[in-house]
């Protein structure tokens, strides 16, 4: 039988203490007993990043991003040499690889920075020789030889970054759900788990809030066909797929309702409603690496003034208070209104495509809830709503039973 070749992703509460690292190399070993060559992935243990990125915020609210690099990639550092150990305790030949040993290459956009390259030569001359490579998730190596994060969640796009550089057979990223669900099970006790999940819909479950992939790396499985598995670290059952959308034989018309907390709105009053005035405002932001999601500009006031919204993630938002403050005179707006209390939810599904009143449905579904609809934005397989925070729950549960998704 030929040899598979799997990457192993393992995120934060798979590798949380001691024990759960010795329970990972378990898992591990079986796949190379199995006559698998095997490449594991490990995030830093869970809560670390966070208490990581407090001391640098605390020591620095708007830090050298290079130098916040340093810190928070640390906490990987500590579970890739514990998962090697525990591995060569059950009699596995392992070792630990850093981003820069190896190096995966990225560009230099730190905190959030992007895969260019990844070299293999030396992972693949050992695993000619037998051993597992244990990867430090969410590290790379900038031009500039400085260390570089890619992001929250960033493990994932390493490991996926590492299937399609090694030509993996699969990429399995171990979590604490088993699998992907219609949504969040946490609000809706009757969300089910899906067999399957098209790379698309999927993208937009990430990029509309769903934490069980990070969107950079369902992005490049989808461009580089890595065949994605979601399971659990904790129980021994099969999880979601995320494949090509012709392998999906039944297409729902909505497959699923995501949600995001992390969102905050920010209003520019009285704008001049003139040629270029977006491009002024958006620009800088683009500039300065700050992610623009939803867009609202309202009628014109006499043509002269216009309000224009959008949101940003609740990260960015003292960023981009800044940016626009700093540009106040030039950008000629009246003032500046910034909310994060705000939540967007979304409806998801390939079946939209050639189904209509699939937006109706959802409005009508939070009308009779009482629920303020503030922004709507709209793609060929979604539709997404910013509504008030304190309606998060009672909205998915709510979208999730118009839908028809509740299991019976």
Request: charged residues 25%; glycine residues 8%; proline residues 2%.
């Amino acid at each position: 039988m030929a040899r598979s070749r799997i990457v192993m992703k393992f995120g934060g509460t798979s590798v949380a203490d001691v024990e759960r690292i010795k329970s990972v190399a378990r898992r591990v070993k079986r796949e190379v007993d199995a006559g698998h060559e095997v490449a594991v992935v490990v995030s830093a243990m869970s809560g670390v990043t966070n208490q990581l990125v407090a001391w640098t915020s605390e020591i620095a609210r708007l830090h050298d991003a290079r130098e916040y690099d340093v810190v928070v990639a640390t906490g990987e550092q500590v579970t890739t040499g514990l998962t090697a150990l525990a591995l060569q305790e059950l009699g596995i030949s392992a070792r630990s690889w850093l981003g820069w040993q190896i190096p995966i290459h990225t560009d230099d956009a730190h905190g959030k920075a992007r895969i260019e390259r990844i070299d293999t030569e030396e992972l693949e001359r050992r695993f000619a020789q037998g051993q597992v490579a244990v990867v430090a998730g969410f590290q790379g190596l900038g031009p500039d030889n400085r260390v570089t994060t890619l992001g929250r969640g960033g493990s994932d796009t390493s490991a996926v970054a590492l299937a399609a550089a090694l030509k993996a057979d699969r990429c399995d990223i171990f979590t604490d759900v088993d699998g992907v669900y219609t949504t969040d099970p946490r609000i809706v006790a009757k969300a089910r788990k899906l067999d399957k999940i098209a790379y698309e819909e999927m993208l937009e479950f990430a990029s509309q809030g769903a934490k069980v992939l990070q969107i950079r790396s369902v992005e490049m499985a989808m461009k580089h066909r890595v065949r994605l598995q979601v399971l659990s670290s904790f129980e021994d059952k099969p999880g979601t797929l995320v494949v090509d959308e012709d392998e999906i034989v039944e297409q729902e018309v909505v497959t699923g309702v995501a949600y995001s907390r992390d969102e905050a709105k920010v209003t520019l009053m009285r704008v001049p409603d003139r040629p270029g005035v977006a491009a002024s405002i958006f620009g800088p932001l683009a500039d300065a690496n700050i992610n623009v999601d939803m867009i609202v500009q309202n009628t014109s006031e006499s043509g002269q003034f216009t309000d224009l919204t959008f949101t940003v993630t609740k990260a960015d938002l003292e960023r981009t208070k800044k940016v626009l403050e700093d540009r106040r005179v030039a950008l000629g707006y009246h003032a500046l209104d910034a909310d994060s209390n705000v939540v967007k939810v979304s409806v998801i599904g390939l079946g939209m495509r050639s189904h209509a009143g699939v937006a109706q449905r959802m409005f009508k579904a939070l009308a009779e809830k009482g629920i303020n609809i503030q922004v709507i934005s709209t793609s060929e397989i979604k539709v997404s709503v910013l509504v008030a925070e304190e309606y998060t729950e009672l909205a998915v549960r709510a979208l999730h039973t118009a839908y028809g998704l509740d299991a019976a």
